[in-house]
C-alpha cells in the first residue's frame, strides 16, 4: 500500500531518466559498435572500428588526457578562488548573507554564450587588456592571453565558480561554530584552527564542489570551443566535430562513451582519495 | 589550581548592554555555577572567560594576573560546550590528544594522558571511533575528559547536560561532580536549570538582567533568598504578604488572617508595617482545621510517588503544600496549616510600610 503510493510518486522521475538518460546511454553504446560507413552515417555489422580508430591516432587519442588535465586545472582554480568566498559568505552577518549569495550565483543568469564571448573581447589579441598594455607602452606584442589553456582555464573557472561555492558555503554553514571555539580553548590559534579543524571539516563540500567542476567542465563546448577556437583540442570538441561535421556516428559515439568512462574513473579515483570515514 | 576573580565586568552590544558590571570571586578548586532564565548574560559572562567576548568594561584575572585581553588560546581554559563541539573528523583518541597537540607535548607523554583520560570517563574502548558513532552520553564524556586532559587552569561548562535526557542527565551530573572535586579543579557551570545548579555546586550565583541577584551556597539560596524574585526562580516559593504585629529582639511578629500570629527572625530594621515572607512547600504541614496557624481547603492533588502536592486555597492566596504520602488528604477537605518558623523567611526587598495588600 504505501510501497506503491511511493512507486507512483517516483514513477514521473523514473521514467524521465529511462527515456533521457538510460535509453540515449544504450543507444549510443549500441552505435559505437556498428560498422562506419561512406556517405551515410554507420553502415551493417558491428565492429570496433570506432574506438580503434580514437585510440590509434595520437590526434584524437592525446585530447582524452588534455581534457582531464584541463578539468583538474579548472577544479583546483574554482577551489582556490572560491574557497576564499565561501569562508567570508559562512562568517558573514546574516543580513549580508543574501547578497552575497546573490553576487556568487549572479554569472548564471547571463547565458554561457554571452559569458564566453565576453571572455573573447577582454583576452583577445586586440581585445582590452592586451590593448591597454600596449596602448601604456608595457608590451610590445599581445600577450597570448586566448586560443591556448590559459585562456580556456580562465574561462571555465569564471563560469563553474557558483557550482564550488554552493556546496563549500552548504558545508562550512553545517559545521558548529562551537567547534571552532572548542579548538581555541584547547590552544590552538587561528590558522591552527582552519588547517586542523575548518578546513577538513569542510571535506565534503571540497569533494563535491570539485566532482561538480570536473564534470561541467570536461563536457563543456561552448567555451572551449569559443575561447579556445579549437587550438585546444577537447575530447567534447572532437565528439561534436565527428558527429555533426563528419557524418561519423559510430566513432562520435566511441569516442563520447570513452570520455564518460575516463571521467567515471578520474571521479572514483578521487573520491577514493579523499575519502571521509567520519560521517 | 586558580582562582579566578571577575571585577565589575561590563559587555555591551551597540546600545544594549548584556552584563551591568559582574563582580565575582571563585576560590581555588570551587565549584560555582551560573543560574539564570535565558538572556541574564550567565552565558555571555562565561564567553567573557573563556575569551570568546571581549569584555566593554571591567577586568578578568586568573591568580591576580589579568587576562581580560589575552586570546582565547592563550588563557589555558577548559571548556565544554553544549553541543559538545567535538571534532567531528577525529576519532575519540585523536579528540583528546589534539589539545596536548598544541601545546608541543612529546608524542610518548601523550599517549599515556589520552589513555589516562580516556580510563577516567570510562571510554578506552571507544578509542578508535569517531564522535558520530557515539551516544549523548558518551560524547559527552569525550568533551569533558578533552577539556581537562590538558590540565587547564580553569573548568567552563557551558549547559552541558542540556542535551541529554533525564534519566542520563542525572548520572551525569554526579560523574561531573565527582570527576571536578577528584581533580580539584576551579570550574565555572553554567545553567538554567535550578536543580543543576544546587546538586552540584559549592555557590550558586544567581543572575537576571546582566546582574548578580545572588552568590551564596546552595542552602542559603534556596532557604534565604536575597529577593523575591531569586526565591521564585530557585524552587517553589509561597509568599505571605503579612501585616507586622510588633518587633523585638531582632523577631518580628505578624499577624496572619484568622487572629494567628507567626514570629519571624528578622524582618528588618524599618518600622514596616507589611513584611513579604516565603516558605517553601515542604516546609508547611497539614493539620486538622483550627491546629495550624492558618485554615484553608484544598482544591487540587497531586501524587508524584515519593510525595503529594497539594494547592490550598486560604486567605493569604493558594498555597503550595508538599507532603509524605504517609499523611493523605482528599480533594475538598478543608485543613489546618503550620509552617516551620524556624525557616520561614521575610524577604529583604519586602519590608515596606502600609499599603492595600495585593
Known amino acids: ?32 559498435f556498428r ?71 549572479s554569472p548564471l543568469l547571463v547565458g554561457i554564450v554571452v559569458r564566453s564571448y565576453g571572455w573573447t573581447i577582454l583576452l583577445g589579441n586586440a581585445g582590452v587588456i592586451n590593448t591597454t598594455l600596449r596602448n601604456l607602452g608595457l608590451i610590445e606584442r599581445p600577450l597570448p592571453l586566448m586560443y591556448n589553456e590559459f585562456g580556456v582555464v580562465l574561462a571555465l573557472a569564471h563560469v563553474f565558480l557558483p557550482f564550488m561555492v554552493l556546496p563549500l558555503l552548504a558545508s562550512l554553514q553545517t559545521a558548529d561554530p562551537a567547534v571552532r571555539q572548542a579548538a581555541r580553548s584547547l590552544g590552538a590559534g587561528r590558522f591552527t584552527v582552519f588547517r586542523r579543524v575548518t578546513l577538513p571539516m569542510s571535506m565534503p563540500g571540497i569533494q563535491s564542489g570539485c566532482i561538480l567542476v570536473f564534470v561541467l567542465a570536461i563536457s563543456s563546448y561552448v567555451t572551449p570551443a569559443l575561447v579556445g577556437g579549437m587550438r585546444v583540442k577537447t575530447t567534447t570538441l572532437l565528439v561534436v566535430d565527428a558527429l555533426i561535421d563528419q557524418f561519423q556516428w559510430p566513432f562520435g559515439s566511441a569516442m563520447a562513451l570513452t570520455l564518460a568512462i575516463s571521467a567515471g574513473i578520474v571521479v572514483l579515483i578521487f573520491a577514493r582519495l579523499t575519502r571521509i570515514r567520519w560521517s | 589550581m586558580t582562582e579566578v576573580s571577575l571585577l565589575s565586568l561590563v559587555k ?63 588563557r589555558d581554559i577548559g571548556m565544554v560546550f553544549q553541543s559538545y563541539a567535538l571534532f567531528p573528523h577525529m576519532t575519540v583518541e585523536r579528540n583528546l590528544a ?17 589513555a589516562r583520560a580516556m580510563d577516567m570517563v570510562q571510554l578506552t574502548p571507544y578509542a578508535d571511533r569517531y564522535p558520530k558513532a557515539l551516544s549523548g552520553g558518551q560524547q559527552q564524556r569525550v568533551a569533558l575528559a578533552r577539556a581537562l586532559v590538558i590540565e587547564p587552569a580553569i573548568l567552563l561548562l557551558d549547559e552541558p547536560l542540556a542535551n541529554l535526557d533525564a534519566k542520563l542527565r542525572d548520572e551525569m551530573r554526579g560523574f561531573i561532580r565527582d570527576l571536578q572535586k577528584r581533580v580539584g579543579i576551579t570550574t565555572i557551570y553554567v545553567t538554567h536549570d535550578q536543580n543543576e545548579a544546587m546538586t552540584m555546586s559549592d555557590r550558586v550565583v544567581v543572575m537576571f538582567d546582566g546582574k548578580i541577584a545572588q552568590a551564596a551556597p546552595p542552602e542559603d539560596v534556596y532557604d534565604r533568598p536575597a529577593s523575591e524574585r531569586v526565591a521564585r526562580f530557585v524552587g517553589n516559593a509561597n509568599i505571605l504578604d503579612l501585616a507586622v504585629a510588633g518587633q523585638m529582639h531582632g523577631r518580628t511578629s505578624l499577624s496572619v488572617p484568622g ?58 492566596g493558594t498555597l503550595n503544600v508538599l507532603s509524605p504520602t504517609t499523611q493523605n488528604m482528599a480533594e475538598g477537605a478543608n485543613v489546618g496549616l503550620t509552617f516551620d518558623t524556624q525557616r520561614l523567611w521575610p524577604l529583604p526587598d519586602s519590608a515596606r510600610a502600609a499599603e492595600p495588600a495585593a
Open chain 2, 259 to 316: 487572629g494567628g500570629r507567626l514570629a519571624v527572625t528578622g524582618g528588618g530594621d524599618t518600622p514596616a508595617t507589611r513584611l513579604r515572607v516565603m516558605a517553601r512547600p515542604e516546609q508547611i504541614a497539614l493539620t486538622g482545621p483550627g491546629e495550624g496557624h492558618l485554615d484553608g481547603r484544598i482544591t487540587k492533588r497531586y501524587f508524584s510517588g515519593g510525595h503529594v502536592e497539594y494547592h490550598v486555597e486560604t486567605e493569604c
Open chain 2, 98 to 114: 589534539f589539545g596536548l597537540e598544541m601545546r608541543r607535548m612529546a608524542r610518548s607523554e601523550i599517549a599515556e594522558r589520552v
Open chain 2, 12 to 74: 555591551s552590544y551597540g546600545k544594549s548592554t548584556a552584563l551591568k558590571g559582574i563582580s565575582l570571586e571563585v576560590g581555588h578548586g570551587e565549584f560555582v555555577s551560573l543560574l539564570g532564565p535565558s538572556g541574564c548574560g550567565k552565558s555571555t559572562t562565561l564567553k567573557c572567560i573563556a575569551g570568546f567576548e571581549d569584555v566593554t568594561d571591567g577586568k578578568i584575572l586568573f591568580d591576580s594576573k589579568d587576562i581580560s585581553r589575552k586570546l582565547p588560546e592563550d
Open chain 1, 35 to 105: 560498422a562506419p560507413a561512406d556517405g551515410q552515417p554507420y553502415g551493417a555489422g558491428f565492429s570496433v572500428e570506432g574506438y580503434r580508430q580514437f585510440f590509434s591516432q595520437n590526434y584524437y587519442a592525446l585530447s582524452l588526457p588534455q581534457t582531464m588535465g584541463l578539468g583538474i586545472v579548472t577544479s583546483l582554480v574554482c577551489l582556490l578562488l572560491g574557497y576564499p568566498v565561501a569562508l567570508h559568505i559562512a562568517t558573514a552577518p546574516k543580513r549580508w548573507r543574501g547578497l552575497l549569495y546573490g553576487i556568487v550565483l
Open chain 1, 1 to 32: 500500500m504505501k510501497r506503491a503510493r511511493i512507486l507512483m510518486l517516483i514513477a514521473p522521475v523514473a521514467v524521465l531518466i529511462f527515456l533521457f538518460i538510460v535509453l540515449p546511454y544504450v543507444t549510443v553504446l549500441l552505435m559505437s
